[in-house]
């Protein structure tokens, strides 16, 4: 990524503006511009900003934004905000299972590897330890992934067993023993000429 902007504000609040350089694209990708913009206030947000230059081609693409979140116990966090939502249970098999959450409360007790296809609304991720409740929106984004590898998975050179633990909403793989992560994954395509932006608010 290419560093485009910086600004900085009162009460150490800024933002910063990145670019994918147009020569890491493949040439049939040339049309596609995108910003990484983090805006850092009262909340913290994240934005990926997808733009088709091109006046008559179409692109599809899939897009995924990952956030890291310090909790102070796995064990004891909980999961809101998905209660009745289908998900594939990607843990039971690389097929992934289709069942639909029941439970008005997620709690990680073992390797989970869930891909929420329709969960578009806000998800807290309430951390018994530390005494605070993480809040996170999003916005053009219809996926919500939630992973742990538990002590099933070995992820060289992340975090120690019995290490501090983190948690959030994602997209892809990556982390260690008892920890977990999550954030949002989206799948679109957009007419030549226009502007796909997604991004998670925190």
Known sequence: MELVETSARP??????????PKDAARP????????????ISDKLTIELIATNESADKRLEIENCLHTYFHVGDIKRVSITGLQARRFDDFAAGAAGARKVEN???LRIT???????PDATGTVEIRDENLKRTIRVEKFNSK??????????????????????QAHGLRGIRQLKAEQNFASARQN???????????ALTK
């Open 110 to 116: 073992k390797e989970t590897n869930r891909v929420y």
């Open 143 to 164: 996926s919500t992934v939630v992973w742990n590898p538990w002590t099933t998975q070995e992820i060289a050179g992340r975090l120690r067993p019995g290490g501090t």
């Open 103 to 105: 439970d008005a409360v």
């Open 11 to 20: 009460r150490r609040h800024g933002d910063v503006r990145q670019r994918l």
């Open 188 to 198: 679109n395509e957009f007419e030549g000429g226009s502007e796909q932006p997604a």
């Open 28 to 39: 049939e990708w040339s049309a596609l511009h995108t910003e990484f913009v983090v805006t």
